[in-house]
Nanobody, 122 residues
Framework: QVRLVESGGGLVQPGGSLRLSCTLS????????IGWFRQAPGKEREGVSC???????YYSDSVKGRFTISRDNDKNTVYLEMSNLKTEDTGVYYC????????????????WGQGTQVTVSS
């Protein structure tokens, strides 16, 4: 059974940092592109960052320079390091494969996991 489980969210003050993890089971990460998406209250889900199987990187303009995506194929895990967090980064963060690849970065048709809540507030 293919599963992606997100973790690492929490409450942080503006300017703070968090590291999210996406742990995959049921398939080997090595050959797959994986992306991070987020959904803020009352807003549509948006793509935040993506890492290809060859470690090519994509970042949305809203997080470029503040977030860093990485992968550890041995641990079957993708990470999202978030720094200089802003209140507008608040939302539920999900990881999932993109529709075909990171370029262009659009969500696939699979189901979503539970996500991990990130709240940036003073």
């Amino acid at each position: 059974q293919v599963r992606l489980v997100e973790s690492g969210g929490g409450l942080v003050q503006p300017g703070g940092s968090l590291r999210l993890s996406c742990t995959l089971s049921g398939f080997t990460l090595d050959y797959y592109d994986i992306g991070w998406f987020r959904q803020a209250p009352g807003k549509e889900r948006e793509g935040v960052s993506c890492i290809s199987s060859m470690s090519r990187l994509y970042y949305s303009d809203s997080v470029k320079g503040r977030f860093t995506i990485s992968r550890d194929n041995d641990k079957n895990t993708v990470y999202l390091e978030m720094s200089n967090l802003k209140t507008e980064d608040t939302g539920v963060y999900y990881c999932a494969p993109p529709r075909s690849s990171c370029f262009p970065f659009i969500p696939g048709f699979g189901s979503w996991g539970q996500g991990t809540q990130v709240t940036v507030s003073s």
